[in-house]
């Protein structure tokens, strides 16, 4: 009889276990919000951004030029990342997504969608994504950051 409990204890504590990892790794690929107040992690991001998004999003986020313009291969360039552009219009989960896997048809770009935005999930960490974004986010205006910020709140309920 004590041979089954400890079985059935040790199959419990994997169970937990296992439970414990998942959650954690589902918490760490869906930030909450991307808050841009840390210093430390813009400054980080900056970095970042400057040796891995700025010559296609420009050196001061201005993206490139005509950008709403398709190209002769059919395909946008890409968009700014300050307060003209459409980065804020999405959730930080989303902008996690992009950065990480890419645009991906149906998922984080409308079917059929082609684009020029490589994944850098094998690149970049998700603390250098996050860092990224927190750098981006720090020249948005505060409206901007608020109604960024109300987005990505408002897609976790």
Not at 6 to 25: K, N, Q, R
Not at 70 to 82: E, V
């Amino acid at each position: 009889m004590s041979q089954k409990k400890l079985i059935f204890g040790m199959i419990g504590v994997a169970i937990v276990g296992i439970a414990a990892i998942l959650y954690s790794t589902i918490r760490l690929s869906a930030p909450t919000f991307i808050d841009p107040a840390d210093q430390a992690l813009v400054l980080q991001g900056r970095a970042i951004y400057t040796n891995n998004c700025a010559a296609c999003h420009g050196e001061a986020l201005q993206g490139q030029p005509n950008w709403r313009e398709r190209m002769s291969n059919g395909r946008l360039p890409a968009p700014p990342h300050d307060k003209t552009g459409h980065t804020w219009h999405h959730p930080d989960a989303m902008l996690v997504d992009m950065i990480k896997n890419g645009l991906v048809p149906g998922k984080t770009a409308p079917l059929g969608y082609v684009s020029d935005m490589p994944a850098y999930r094998d690149i970049l960490s998700d603390q250098n994504i996050v860092a990224v974004l927190a750098y981006i986010k720090s020249a948005w205006p505060p409206k901007v950051l608020e109604a960024q910020k109300e987005v990505t709140l408002q897609r976790q309920n």
